[in-house]
């Protein structure tokens, strides 16, 4: 079992930066990898980052590319969030995947569990 607890959220102006952690308890195994999802309201949960658990590989939506950055620090994942626009609006979700599975980092079923989401909000 993997318990994910994500904190940082908030609200900003646009151009602003928040960083959002997610803090992984795995003490029965190590994840394959670890992702970055949000959903806005009235929308379906759309992919945002991913990084291998090894810290080797990141993924990120052409969204995001260029502004957000993910990383890894023993079992806390972040999300450092820059140059925030008001379509990055919505709750942020991190995710865990035990196995590669399709190894498609994208696709929110191939992460076995989630956190809770935290609320990003960004004002123009």
């Known amino acids: 079992q993997v318990q994910l607890v994500e904190s940082g959220g908030g609200l900003v102006q646009a151009g602003g930066s928040l960083r959002l952690s997610c803090a992984a308890s795995t003490r029965t195994f190590s994840p394959y990898g670890m992702g970055w999802f949000r959903q806005a309201p009235g929308k379906e949960r759309e992919f945002v980052a991913a990084i291998t658990w090894s810290g080797g590989n990141t993924y990120y939506a052409d969204s995001v590319k260029g502004r957000f950055t993910i990383s890894r620090d023993k079992n806390t994942v972040y999300l450092q969030m820059n140059s925030l626009k008001p379509e990055d609006t919505a709750v942020y979700y991190c995710?865990?995947?035990?196995?590669?599975?399709?190894?498609?980092?994208?696709?929110?079923?191939?992460?076995?569990?989630w956190g809770q989401g935290t609320q990003v909000t960004v004002s123009s």
């Open positions: 995710a865990c995947r035990r196995w590669a599975y399709g190894d498609i980092w994208s696709k929110s079923n191939e992460y076995d569990y």
